[in-house]
Nanobody, 115 residues
Framework: VRLVESGGGSVQSGGSLRLSCEASGSAYSINAMGWYRQNTDKQRVLVGQIFSSGSVNYADSVKGRFTISRDAAGSTVYLQMHDLKPDDTAVYYC??????????WGTGTPDTVTS
């Protein structure tokens, strides 16, 4: 299984970034896809998830600012981030769960929001 993340970077407060993660290498269909983030010395926490049913959920801290979506094939997940704040600075990780399988993780993409 391979997860390829892209789109991270540095942006000023109030700016936007879009992350992408393409999943490949499994014969099974995808059950759920998500984004997590982790700051230095802190736990990795959920940012948002999207399920094969189309349902989504978000961390309270990003509701109204971030949107998670996927492509028509269901193999690429996106995280559109608007109105970014310095507290959003973290390494963002893509995660994918295939049917009948555990979650797989990407290597992470660092995002920095400067004030």
């Amino acid at each position: 299984v391979r997860l390829v993340e892209s789109g991270g970077g540095s942006v000023q407060s109030g700016g936007s970034l879009r992350l992408s993660c393409e999943a490949s290498g499994s014969a099974y269909s995808i059950n759920a896809m998500g984004w997590y983030r982790q700051n230095t010395d802190k736990q990795r926490v959920l940012v948002g998830q999207i399920f094969s049913s189309g349902s989504v959920n978000y961390a309270d801290s990003v509701k109204g600012r971030f949107t998670i979506s996927r492509d028509a094939a269901g193999s690429t997940v996106y995280l559109q981030m608007h109105d970014l704040k310095p507290d959003d600075t973290a390494v963002y990780y893509c995660s994918v769960a295939f049917v009948g399988s555990t979650w797989y993780w990407g290597t992470g993409t660092p995002d920095t929001v400067t004030s």
